[in-house]
């Protein structure tokens, strides 16, 4: 599967952004997904990830309850809605897929090494 990320842009603290990545060649309904970012000098890191199905997603604590995962299976699109962004949001952000997740809990979804398939980065900046 190939993956597009769009969506990014220079945003104003407390504003708003919805990411878009969108899968090609097989649907991408058969993988779990993430997005991870990488901020400047850091390592990259996972921001939220969702299994095949919606009944489990994960969020890492800093942006948990302003951001949301969900995909549109009819679209082959997986979205990363960004609401009250912070100057410290600002990063690359990357969309991924996996064949499978081990388990069934969320410790392998955060893991970047779970993701087989990667999407190009997409900026996000946030102005203060």
């Known amino acids: 599967v190939q993956l597009q990320a769009s969506g990014g842009g220079l945003v104003q603290a407390g504003g708003s952004l919805k990411l878009s990545c969108v899968a090609s060649?097989?649907?991408?309904?058969?993988?779990?997904i993430g997005w991870f970012r990488q901020q400047p000098g850091k390592e990259r890191e996972i921001v939220a990830a969702m299994r095949r199905t919606a009944h489990m997603t994960y969020y890492a604590d800093s942006v948990k309850g302003r951001f949301t995962i969900s995909r549109d299976n009819a679209q082959n699109t997986v979205y990363l809605q960004m609401n009250s962004l912070k100057v410290e949001d600002t990063a690359v952000y990357y969309c991924?897929?996996?064949?499978?997740?081990?388990?069934?809990?969320?410790?392998?979804?955060?893991?970047?090494?779970?993701?087989?398939?990667w999407g190009q980065g997409t900026l996000v900046t946030v102005s203060s």
């Open positions: 060649g097989r649907p991408i309904s058969g993988y779990p």
């Open positions: 991924a897929a996996a064949r499978s997740v081990p388990g069934s809990g969320t410790y392998f979804m955060a893991r970047e090494d779970t993701y087989d398939y």
